[in-house]
């Protein structure tokens, strides 16, 4: 059965996370669901590049998710932050033992949940607003328990394969097929 990913698109996303991270979970076959904060499914991003959600947030709510996936942006993360739906979903999934994972300023969010108790990391700079955990600055990804954090833009192919790995126990075939070992 596949696993169900929460992608929420708030106005100023990162359009190079939010679409790397839809797009490396579908290629491994892992259901995304986008959802904008507002009644207009087109979200202006923070480089001024229009993504279309498959539905509002409020359409969504009561479905049952595996994971959220949190795309970064300063503005996207803050209208992420003011949004008590996302707060008490990412509360919700947290105590459910569901993935929740946030890359670049979100991991604010997480923090703002109460979800960050361990080791995480995030866009330098970003960690002092951070409530809770450990920041580790080394580390691109970190993986704690159901809380996965990573660094920003340049690091979103890793997040969303670990991700992958996460939901699905193995990443190998897909990090091979995007050419990963390449890079490596």
Known sequence: MSKKVLVPLAEGVEEIEAITIIDVLRRANIEVVTASLTDNLEVKGAHNITIKADATLEKIMSYDFDAIALPGGYGGMNNLKSDIRIIDKIRTMFEDKKLVSAICA??????????????????????????????????????????????????TVFFALELVKYLNGSNEELSNSLLIPFIK
Request: charged share 20%; proline share 6%.
């Open 106 to 155: 979100s991991p604010i969010v997480l923090g703002e949940a109460g979800v960050i108790t361990g080791k995480y990391t995030c866009y330098p700079s970003c960690e002092s607003s951070v409530k809770g955990g450990e920041y580790v600055e080394k580390d691109i990804v970190v993986c704690n328990d159901n809380v996965i954090t990573s660094k920003g833009p340049a690091t």
